[in-house]
């Protein structure tokens, strides 16, 4: 195992090594000399790569974790492509939205106890040109593309529409964790399935083809 992971490439190590520890110890305490330690380099191999912890943590996020972007951004260039449905389209959107958040949330949690960090990291971010509001951003874009094609009302607030799924998607990774067995009531595909299905309703666009 130790030979097969020294064959694969440097900048792959260092992920796979800063997903775990960001995983397992947080984001804050997830120093570059740990992660190149855990990566078998040296911390000037990981700057060759990354910029610092900032952009490691979005990489995480962009190749480590279920994908949400790329798909609002195919969605929305053409909502009707393969003639799925808008509550076919919010389902695959709200299944993986959810998997993001709660694969997300751990990494992400000490940030927000060190007001100093948190800071930097949202220059950083800034800077990167990402954050916490894209999805939103792109969730609002795809449903206005819908609006523009007829498939929803001619009235919906897209933008407030995308703030539900969304948040819907956030309040389901840590609402039951405190709970006895930790599991929420419905299985994942059945939550992205009602969420969906609530939301159409309310949008006023078709449901699934009879």
């Known amino acids: 195992m130790e030979q097969r992971a020294e064959r ?28 190149a330690r855990a990566a078998g380099c040296s911390e000037a191999a990981l700057y ?26 195919r969605l ?35 940030l927000y106890a060190d007001p100093r960090l948190r800071a930097r990291h949202h220059e950083a971010m800034r ?3 990402t954050g916490p509001h894209m999805p939103l951003r792109g969730l609002d874009a795809y449903l206005r593309s819908e609006r523009e094609a007829g498939r929803i009302r001619a009235d919906a ?6 703030s539900l799924l969304l948040g819907a998607c956030a309040q389901r990774a840590f609402a039951y964790e405190a ?14 399935a009602s969420v969906a299905g609530a939301l159409v309703r309310g949008l006023g666009g078709p449901g699934r083809p009879g």
């Open 48 to 73: 060759k790569h990354f910029s610092g912890k900032e952009e490691l943590f979005v990489a995480v996020l962009r190749e480590r974790l279920p994908k949400v972007g790329p798909l609002l951004e």
């Open 127 to 129: 800077e990167l040109g």
């Open 8 to 35: 694969m490439p440097t900048r792959v190590r260092i992920l796979d090594a800063a997903y775990r520890l960001m995983l397992t110890i947080g984001l804050a305490r997830a120093t570059t000399k740990e992660i």
């Open 76 to 110: 929305a260039a053409a909502p009707e492509a393969g003639e799925r449905t808008v509550e076919q389209n919010l389902t695959e959107i709200a299944r993986r939205a959810a998997l993001f958040y709660e694969q997300s949330f751990p990494i992400a949690a000490s």
């Open 179 to 192: 709970t006895e067995d930790g599991a929420p009531p419905q299985s994942l595909d059945a939550f992205a």
């Open 157 to 162: 607030d897209t933008y407030a529409a995308a």
